[in-house]
Nanobody
Framework: DVQLVESGGGSVQTGESLRLSCAVSGYSKTNYFLAWFRQPSGKEREGVAALDSDGDTNYANSVKGRFTISLENDKNTLYLQMNNLTAEDTAMYYC???????????????????????WGQGTQVTVS
């Protein structure tokens, strides 16, 4: 079974940094796409950052230059480095992995959450 488990969330002050981790197990696609999404309380889910097996990455305009998505293959761990956090970044953050028999580029993935077949349980980030 595929499992995604996020960690690293917490409460920080404006301008501080956090690094989220997503431990991925049971996911063995050669052509993969992975992403971080977030959902502020009472609002819709939005794509934050995506990465694909071609090595491409893509970011929401609101986080460009502040967030970095990366994958450590030998640890099967997806990361989201978040710098210069603001109150607008407060949300539940979820990692997601592409569904079976589907490949979507990082440039398209953030707008196509329905293509992700596997989701973590989420980790809360609060910035004040």
């Amino acid at each position: 079974d595929v499992q995604l488990v996020e960690s690293g969330g917490g409460s920080v002050q404006t301008g501080e940094s956090l690094r989220l981790s997503c431990a991925v197990s049971g996911y063995s696609k050669t052509n993969y796409f992975l992403a971080w999404f977030r959902q502020p309380s009472g609002k819709e889910r939005e794509g934050v950052a995506a990465l694909d097996s071609d090595g491409d990455t893509n970011y929401a305009n609101s986080v460009k230059g502040r967030f970095t998505i990366s994958l450590e293959n030998d640890k099967n761990t997806l990361y989201l480095q978040m710098n210069n956090l603001t109150a607008e970044d407060t949300a539940m953050y979820y990692c997601a992995a592409g569904a079976d028999r589907i490949w979507v580029s990082a440039f398209q993935a953030l707008g196509r959450p329905h293509e992700f077949g596997y989701w973590g349980q989420g980790t809360q980030v609060t910035v004040s």
